[in-house]
Nanobody, 127 residues
Framework: QVQLVESGGGLVQAGGSLRLSCVASGRTFSSYAAGWFRQAPGKERKFVAAISWRGDSTYYADSVKGRFTISRDNAKNTMYLQMNSLKPEDTAVYHC????????????????????WGQGTQVTVSS
């Protein structure tokens, strides 16, 4: 089992930046593919970005492409989400997720594919 804890959320004005972190404990994080999802009030959880276990493949939702960057440092058991040019519609609780036994350099973008989830960190973007 791996435990995930997110941090780095907060209140920021439109156009600003935030960097989210997801620290893994309990198992070797490098054996997991990982991703970020977000959930706005009253909405379903949606895919944001994903990264392979080696960090050599990434994938983004169209809504964040060019603005967000996902990365990981397996030596630190940590994954990051750099968020630039933030918009009010980016407001949500951001969750990190991990998938065990990934295939090669694959990334995953369905909620149902992930085995482990963090509690989330709130990101609020004011206009």
């Amino acid at each position: 089992q791996v435990q995930l804890v997110e941090s780095g959320g907060g209140l920021v004005q439109a156009g600003g930046s935030l960097r989210l972190s997801c620290v893994a404990s309990g198992r070797t994080f490098s054996s997991y593919a990982a991703g970020w999802f977000r959930q706005a009030p009253g909405k379903e959880r949606k895919f944001v970005a994903a990264i392979s276990w080696r960090g050599d493949s990434t994938y983004y939702a169209d809504s964040v492409k060019g603005r967000f960057t996902i990365s990981r440092d397996n030596a630190k058991n940590t994954m990051y989400l750099q968020m630039n040019s933030l918009k009010p519609e980016d407001t949500a609780v951001y969750h990190c997720a991990a998938k065990g036994r990934p295939d090669g350099s694959s990334y995953y973008y369905y909620v149902s594919e992930y085995d482990h989830w963090g509690q989330g960190t709130q990101v609020t973007v004011s206009s």
